[in-house]
């Protein structure tokens, strides 16, 4: 039906061949969207946007080029996706469009690892002086399954990207801070500092964060899964057989 005249309309037209009230929205496809678990990752350069105000522009962007560029590289690595770089902010997102059983591991390597490129490329350029804080946040998020990030189309919305943003901005210098939730998930994997809880924009109660030190096995290795399940009372099965069978054969004899 026709949304303007309210006439059958008799095939797909851009336009009603009754009125011709235009007809683009009704035929767009739906937007294809699903829940998700997701990790994402922040990083900013601190005292970046003070440092370039009497910049000049091409200096700016011939600074902060070689940085883009290795954080992507970093972010890949580990499976992520960037998707969008803002001015000197990154934002990357494990587990969408491509998920892993250990995307929240796979988002504190990667800013584990960002924090090294920052000192590669430093110790490389010594006049570039960069410095990053990295927050990490793991949660539920609406996945545009459709989304195009290389043109600017956001792949996740939902509280576990604005909470990311802020676990950033309350990150120390130079340093990673994860959410209690990548924490859980992932503290048999990392060494891990808690710091100082936060209270931020948006949230009734302050937000506990943790700092990853150093992971405790490669990546890839058994040490390291972090859906590996312990297994209880396996310890005791054999002895219980054991006695089992000790205890019928007194019986027969």
Avoid: W
């Amino acid at each position: 039906m026709c949304p303007s005249c309210g006439k059958e309309l008799p095939g797909e037209f851009p336009f009603c061949p009754f009125c011709t009230a235009p007809l683009t929205d009704r035929l767009a496809p739906p937007a294809l969207e699903e829940r998700k678990v997701v990790s994402v990752l922040f990083c900013d350069l601190v005292g970046f946007t003070a440092a370039s105000e009497a910049a000049d522009p091409e200096d700016v962007r011939a600074r902060i080029r070689p940085y883009h560029a290795r954080l992507r590289s970093e972010i890949e690595r580990y499976g992520g996706t960037v998707e969008k770089f803002v001015g000197d902010a990154v934002m990357a997102v494990f587990g969408a469009p491509v998920a892993h059983e250990d995307d929240a591991e796979r988002a504190v390597r990667a800013g584990l690892r960002i924090l090294e490129a920052i000192g590669d490329l430093n110790e490389a350029e010594p006049g570039l002086s960069l410095q990053v804080r990295v927050g990490i946040n793991t949660g539920e998020a609406v996945v545009s399954l459709g989304a195009r990030p290389e043109e600017g189309e956001g792949i996740v919305t939902g509280d576990v990207v604005n909470t990311a943003s802020r676990l950033q901005g309350a990150a120390p210098v130079s340093a990673v801070a994860v959410s209690e939730q990548t924490f859980r998930v992932t503290e048999r994997v990392f060494d891990y500092e808690p710091l100082e809880p936060v209270s931020v924009k948006g949230k009734a109660e302050p937000l506990a964060l943790y700092r990853p030190l150093a992971a405790r096995a490669r990546f890839g290795s058994e040490v390291t899964r972090t859906h590996a399940t312990p297994l209880v009372g396996r310890e005791l099965e054999k002895p219980l057989l054991i006695g089992t069978f000790e205890r019928a054969a007194q019986q027969r004899s």
